[in-house]
């Protein structure tokens, strides 16, 4: 494959990460010890590649064990009462807790708009066979919204 058409830089990486993390989550109520690896996979291949993990996957992954936590079955989910509403996952596995403050609103970093560059996205070409990349920078976003509701 020629570098034109390989799309955005670091989608071998993603996709791997997207097939372990499946099977991780697949196989956390089946083997304890296989998700825990394949979790440790997809943390590792984001770390050598530099690349950023959702903040709802990484939630979803122990931090000590790496394994995938399901409410129930690998993950027990309770809410603290303290000054603030606290929500702890505690891991089944290794007893790992984390804690996270209940604040509706809250927003990650990454739904800020000020956080996002470029967007990419993969179109199919009709004049040619394959995907072609197009390259959107948020500010022309912006203005296609603005003037789409006038």
């Known amino acids: 494959m020629s570098s034109k058409n390989k799309g955005f830089q670091g989608k071998d990486s993603f996709s791997r990460m997207n097939f372990l ?3 991780s989550m697949l196989m956390a109520g089946k083997s304890a010890t296989l998700s ?3 979790g440790n996979l997809c943390k590792t291949i984001g770390k ?8 709802n996957i990484k939630r ?5 064990c790496h394994m995938a936590l399901k409410p129930g079955v690998t993950a027990e989910i309770s809410a603290l009462d303290c000054k603030d509403e606290i929500l702890s ?3 089944l596995k290794c007893n790992h807790s984390k804690n996270f403050p ?3 609103e809250y927003k990650f970093w990454l739904e800020n708009p000020d956080s996002k560059a470029e967007v990419c996205s993969l179109e ?4 040619k066979k394959g ?11 912006s203005v296609v919204h603005e003037t789409s509701q006038q």
């Open 21 to 23: 993390y499946q099977a």
């Open 102 to 104: 209940i604040n509706s």
């Open 124 to 127: 199919k070409d009709n004049h």
């Open 60 to 64: 979803s992954l122990c931090k000590k």
């Open 131 to 141: 995907a072609k990349r197009k390259k959107t920078k948020v500010e022309d976003v």
């Open 89 to 91: 996952i505690k891991c």
């Open 36 to 38: 825990a690896y394949y």
């Open 48 to 55: 050598k590649s530099v690349l950023r993990i959702d903040p």
